[in-house]
Structures are given as structure tokens and as C-alpha cells.
């Protein structure tokens, strides 16, 4: 099993769904934990399920001052940082029901959703990886983890404000990445592979029963894979491969460098990659070159 003794994570989101089960995972490896979530009695109720091992810090990833304490308050409890995964959002339920028919068109929404929906699924990103990145930086090593969705789904018309929201998640990402290459610090994109079986998913219609909908600790295997067994790809080639994904052990989001574009190309310099949980494989080939191994303190 992955051990991840020795390294602490903050993982935004965790009171319930796909953040409860990585943060259980977390721990499960081995990690210090803390949990993040706006709602004060629903990260109590994760925290006392999850037990030790893991602390509670009530917050608003879209707010600096929150996002401050809540690296003060990890520092506190466990003197360090490693790891951040920006898994906290909202879903696309307000603007449709599960089966579309209802959905609002883009123009159609409320200005008020709008902001809502960039505050919390692309600033909130923003706003957590600015406040931990200098002790990140500081120590030469971290791994950053953006949950966002599938492409088509960032797309989608009948998604509302969604979409919009994490494509900018996932434009962050990319520049985070290229930003802190040859630092030790990596960026990477993880999404669950399809509907994950967490509120956002109305259980009425087609998904009332919930069997059909991915189970949030899919998440697992690939957040808490040992991000020291990879070292991030720093060359400028850029490798035009075929889309299609193909398994590979090290294919997890903590690890696999490369950015996938929409055309199908993987941009090899820039250390993020799209891993799809569900399918255990990442959205694009790997490079042609095999990755070396290092080890990385911190």
C-alpha cells in the first residue's frame, strides 16, 4: 500500500462525497489530513467518522482571510504542508434537472449564479493555491490536485454556469503548472471519469438509482499514489499523439506530467495532466520517453 507517512494534505470539499473519501485515503496512507468545508456540522460529522489523523477547519476557499487561517491552522496542528487538493464545488443541479429538460440556456442565468459559480469552483482554486504556494515553494516540494470534469462537460449547453467555471479551473491549472516547473512543486487535473454518486447528482430520474453513478472512493487509488515515484517532464517538446488513454501505472495525480489539449495533443513541458479515476488512465498517452525516477524530500 502507497505511504504517504510523514506528509499532510488539506483537502478543500471534504465533508462529504468525492473530498470525503480522498481525505479518508489520505489518511488511510498514512498522511495528516485537514478537512475543509463551509458547512460547520457536516465537516464535524466527517471529521469524527474519519477519526484520527485528520483536523477540521470551517472555511470559504473563495475567501483569502479564510484560506490563510486554514494554512495556519494546518501548520499548527502538524508543522507542515505537502500536499493541496482543490476538490470544493458546485455542480450544475441548479441549472436543470437530471435529465435536461428543464435547463436553463447560458444567457438565461442568474448574473448572481454566475459569480457564484467562478467564486467557488475557479477562485476558490485560485485562492487556496496563492495562499499555500510560497510554503510550497519554500520547502522544494508539493503536489497540487484540481478536481474538475470531463471536457464535455465543460461544454455542455444545459450545464449553466458550470462548465465555464471549471474550464477556468483547468486553465489555472495549466498555468500553475508551468509556472513552478523545476521546482519540485506539480499541478495536476483529476476527475472522477463520469457522474460520481455525491449531491450533485439529483437522485431522481435515470440516477435514482445511485448503482449507476461512480462511488466517490474511485477517487483514491489516484489521490494518494506516492507522488515521489515520478519526476515532472521539463523538456519544451510538444508530442501530438493520439487521444485514446492507455493504463499505465504511473498515470496518477500526483505524478503523471503533461497537459492534454482539446485536440488531443499532450504538452509534455508543462507538468499537469487530466487522470481520469474511474478508468484508472490518464486522458492522453504518455510521452514517448519513459520517466525517471527520483526522490523528493520534503
Known amino acids: 500500500m502507497t505511504s504517504l507517512s510523514g506528509k499532510t494534505a488539506i483537502v478543500t470539499g471534504a465533508g462529504r462525497g468525492l473530498g470525503k473519501a480522498m481525505a479518508q485515503g489520505l489518511v488511510d496512507a498514512g498522511a495528516n489530513v485537514v478537512l475543509v468545508e463551509l458547512d460547520r456540522d457536516v465537516l464535524d460529522q466527517a471529521a469524527a467518522e474519519i477519526g484520527k489523523g485528520c483536523i477540521a477547519a470551517a472555511g470559504d476557499v473563495s475567501n483569502p482571510d479564510d484560506a490563510k487561517r486554514i494554512l495556519a491552522d494546518c501548520l499548527a496542528a502538524f508543522g507542515g504542508l505537502h500536499i493541496l487538493v482543490n476538490n470544493a464545488g458546485l455542480g450544475p443541479e441548479r441549472f436543470r434537472d437530471t435529465d ?32 499555500v504556494m510560497p510554503h510550497l515553494l519554500s520547502q522544494d516540494w508539493g503536489r497540487i490536485v484540481n478536481v474538475t470534469t470531463s471536457l464535455d462537460t465543460m461544454t455542455n449547453y444545459t450545464n449553466g ?12 491549472a495549466t498555468m500553475i503548472a508551468g509556472g513552478v516547473a523545476g521546482t519540485g512543486v506539480t499541478c495536476n487535473v483529476l476527475i472522477p471519469g463520469g457522474p460520481a454518486d455525491t449531491r450533485m447528482i439529483s437522485a431522481t430520474g435515470v440516477y435514482e438509482n445511485r448503482d449507476k453513478l461512480i462511488q466517490p472512493d474511485v477517487m483514491v487509488a489516484p489521490a494518494v499514489h506516492e507522488p515521489r515515484h515520478v519526476a515532472p517532464v ?32 499532450v504538452q509534455v513541458d508543462v507538468g499537469v495532466a487530466r487522470c481520469d479515476a474511474q478508468r484508472l488512465h490518464c486522458l492522453a498517452p504518455c510521452p514517448p520517453a519513459p520517466l525517471q525516477s527520483v526522490d523528493q524530500g520534503g
Open 100 to 131: 435536461r429538460s428543464n435547463a436553463k440556456m447560458i444567457w438565461e442565468i442568474d448574473l448572481a449564479d454566475w459569480r457564484l459559480y467562478l467564486d467557488v469552483n475557479t477562485t476558490g482554486h485560485f485562492v487556496m493555491t496563492q495562499a
Open 161 to 172: 454556469a458550470y462548465g465555464p467555471s471549471k474550464a477556468g479551473a483547468e486553465a489555472l
Open 234 to 265: 521539463r523538456d519544451a517538446r510538444r508530442v501530438q499523439l493520439d487521444a485514446q488513454a492507455r493504463v499505465a501505472h504511473h498515470h496518477r495525480a500526483l505524478g503523471h506530467p503533461g497537459v492534454v489539449r482539446g485536440d488531443g495533443a
